[in-house]
């Protein structure tokens, strides 16, 4: 669940319903929930500064999610079923603006369409159109962009809700439910799927007076009456968030059993986290959630007006123009260095050449193995000839008393001036040295590391005694082949 949640956000008239979601299984999981206010309008719908107490709301709650997706109140859209003579959705979509604009009585270039296919028929498709004014449109995305919670759909009210409806599976039920669920001030009725197409949804608004029994029953008398799948339900399923329906009286009034639907089978919240906002709008909110997290087909306002250009479309277009550029790069520099590899290798192999041959010459004797090998041997053969020239070295090699003696003294000057060396006696053999002498307090450490990093001798046995504020060593060292 932490991996990959989803804020959905329900913005109605008067409030914005809020809800962190995650799917967990089969279910949609909440783990947090708050309403906003919308501030009264002066002269129309104004978005900025409920998306501002959003975003403070998400920060303080320190919530973490990957996506953000709206629903929007039925009072914001209308909505129409209407024929087209396409089947294809893409060319459903290049024209459905302009068969809404006849139908809906909407200005196309001052509204946002969105459509789903309701049927499929011989002669084209009935399709469902939902269409909302331009600028309330602008004004909920550009607000919560602003506040960097830029959704990546806003999908109609009824279209959310039924989407967590359908989730539920009733085994052993040959009959389909018309599913209904109302609020304190609207009502949503929900249609059997069809065998091709999606299931009808219907919004009204209702009262809060005795007469929601009424007009609940009328209008699922209706919803039978003009479509053809509701025709075929065996029940009616109901949500009541204010728990005001009268199941036994609806039955009688409609024909069909009724009976309370509990969103828990779809829907799980925490009994710690229950807030003041309405179970209806939370399922709503969670609805649009779930576009994000389940696959399937979305009726989406965003594709035909201001297309989200989110993280992942700007990352793939960062990308392609970047490994365009990288490509072109590489190209020019493998050119590049293939002509540099080419010339240097010339001169590399006509260079070793000269090499062999005058190395044959000045190594009597040697064999020639490879340039590196060859290298070092000429080097070291060099070192030993000015060792030799300057005294350090006898012609007999490096075991002469003269070059021991050399290294010593280059390994006690190289221990730092503060050190206090007084040299007792030094005895050479064949094999080693041995230095008796003091220093001062801890100076021995520095005499004996200066011993182990000079490369020509090896430190053997060696010890120390602290006496009078001196330490008095006597340091065996050997030289190294």
């Given at each position: 669940?932490?991996?990959?949640?989803?804020?959905?956000?329900?913005?109605?008239?008067?409030?914005?319903?809020?809800?962190?979601?995650?799917?967990?299984?089969?279910?949609?999981?909440i783990?947090?929930?708050?309403?906003?206010?919308?501030?009264?309008p002066q002269?129309?719908?104004s978005?900025?500064?409920?998306?501002?107490?959003?975003?403070?709301?998400?920060?303080?709650?320190?919530?973490?999610?990957?996506?953000?997706?709206?629903?929007v109140d039925?009072?914001?859209?209308?909505?129409?079923?209407?024929?087209?003579e396409?089947?294809?959705?893409?060319?459903?979509?290049?024209?459905?603006?302009?068969?809404?604009?006849?139908?809906?009585?909407?200005?196309?270039?001052?509204?946002?369409?969105a459509?789903?296919?309701?049927?499929?028929?011989?002669?084209?498709?009935?399709?469902?159109?939902?269409?909302?004014?331009?600028e309330i449109?602008?004004?909920?995305?550009?607000?919560?962009?602003?506040?960097?919670?830029?959704p990546?759909?806003?999908?109609?009210?009824s279209?959310?809700?039924?989407?967590?409806?359908?989730?539920?599976?009733?085994?052993?039920?040959?009959?389909?439910?018309?599913?209904a669920?109302?609020?304190?001030?609207?009502c949503?009725?929900?249609s059997?799927?069809?065998?091709?197409?999606?299931?009808?949804?219907?919004?009204?608004?209702?009262?809060?007076?005795?007469?929601?029994n009424?007009?609940l029953?009328?209008?699922?008398?209706?919803?039978?009456?003009?479509?053809?799948?509701?025709q075929?339900?065996g029940?009616?399923?109901?949500?009541?968030?204010?728990?005001?329906?009268n199941?036994?009286?609806?039955?009688?009034?409609?024909?069909?059993?009724?009976?309370?639907?509990?969103?828990s089978?779809i829907i799980?919240t925490?009994?710690?986290?229950?807030?003041?906002?309405?179970?209806?709008?939370v399922?709503?909110?969670?609805?649009?959630?779930?576009?994000?997290?389940?696959?399937?087909?979305?009726?989406?306002?965003?594709p035909f007006?201001?297309?989200?250009?989110?993280?992942?479309?700007a990352?793939?277009k960062?990308?392609?123009?970047?490994?365009?550029?990288?490509?072109?790069?590489?190209?020019?520099?493998?050119?590049?260095?293939?002509?540099?590899y080419?010339?240097?290798?010339?001169?590399?192999?006509?260079?070793?050449?000269?090499?062999?041959s005058?190395?044959?010459?000045?190594?009597?004797?040697?064999?020639?193995?490879?340039?590196s090998?060859?290298?070092?041997?000429?080097k070291?053969?060099?070192?030993?000839?000015?060792?030799?020239?300057?005294?350090?070295?006898?012609?007999t090699?490096?075991?002469?008393?003269?070059a021991?003696?050399?290294?010593?003294?280059?390994?006690?000057?190289?221990?730092?001036?503060?050190?206090?060396?007084?040299?007792e006696?030094?005895?050479?053999?064949?094999?080693?040295?041995?230095?008796?002498?003091?220093?001062?307090?801890?100076?021995?450490?520095?005499?004996?590391?200066?011993?182990?990093?000079?490369?020509?001798?090896?430190?053997?046995?060696?010890?120390?005694?602290?006496?009078?504020?001196r330490?008095?060593f006597?340091?065996?060292?050997e030289?190294?082949?």
């Amino acid at each position: 669940m932490e991996q990959n949640r989803c804020l959905g956000i329900y913005v109605e008239q008067d409030k914005a319903t809020v809800v962190l979601a995650a799917k967990a299984g089969g279910r949609i999981e909440i783990a947090e929930q708050f309403c906003v206010a919308v501030p009264e309008p002066q002269q129309s719908f104004s978005f900025a500064q409920t998306a501002k107490d959003i975003a403070a709301a998400c920060q303080e709650k320190q919530l973490v999610f990957t996506d953000i997706a709206v629903a929007v109140d039925c009072r914001f859209y209308r909505q129409q079923t209407l024929h087209s003579e396409f089947t294809d959705q893409k060319q459903i979509g290049q024209t459905i603006k302009f068969d809404a604009e006849e139908a809906l009585a909407i200005n196309a270039a001052e509204a946002a369409v969105a459509f789903e296919l309701a049927a499929k028929g011989l002669s084209g498709s009935e399709v469902s159109v939902f269409a909302v004014q331009a600028e309330i449109m602008s004004e909920i995305i550009l607000a919560l962009q602003n506040n960097k919670l830029d959704p990546i759909s806003v999908e109609p009210d009824s279209i959310c809700l039924r989407r967590i409806v359908q989730q539920v599976s009733q085994p052993g039920s040959d009959a389909k439910p018309i599913w209904a669920a109302l609020s304190q001030n609207k009502c949503f009725i929900i249609s059997p799927a069809p065998q091709s197409g999606n299931a009808a949804v219907r919004a009204f608004l209702t009262g809060s007076g005795s007469n929601r029994n009424t007009s609940l029953a009328r209008e699922i008398i209706l919803t039978i009456a003009s479509n053809a799948a509701a025709q075929q339900a065996g029940k009616i399923r109901i949500f009541d968030s204010q728990s005001t329906i009268n199941l036994a009286a609806l039955g009688q009034q409609t024909g069909l059993t009724a009976e309370v639907f509990d969103p828990s089978e779809i829907i799980a919240t925490k009994p710690q986290e229950q807030t003041s906002c309405d179970r209806l709008d939370v399922i709503i909110a969670a609805g649009a959630a779930a576009g994000a997290l389940v696959k399937g087909e979305k009726v989406d306002f965003r594709p035909f007006f201001l297309p989200f250009q989110g993280k992942k479309a700007a990352f793939e277009k960062t990308v392609k123009v970047l490994s365009i550029s990288l490509a072109s790069l590489f190209i020019v520099l493998g050119v590049f260095f293939y002509l540099q590899y080419y010339r240097v290798n010339s001169y590399r192999n006509r260079l070793e050449k000269k090499f062999r041959s005058e190395y044959t010459i000045a190594m009597t004797g040697a064999k020639f193995t490879k340039s590196s090998e060859a290298v070092r041997r000429l080097k070291s053969e060099i070192n030993r000839i000015k060792d030799v020239k300057s005294g350090v070295l006898s012609s007999t090699g490096e075991d002469s008393v003269e070059a021991k003696l050399a290294y010593l003294f280059e390994a006690l000057n190289s221990v730092p001036p503060g050190i206090d060396i007084e040299i007792e006696k030094i005895t050479i053999t064949t094999t080693t040295m041995t230095v008796t002498g003091n220093t001062s307090n801890r100076g021995y450490l520095e005499v004996f590391g200066a011993v182990d990093r000079h490369p020509k001798l090896k430190r053997g046995p060696s010890t120390y005694q602290a006496k009078e504020n001196r330490d008095y060593f006597r340091l065996t060292i050997e030289t190294k082949q």
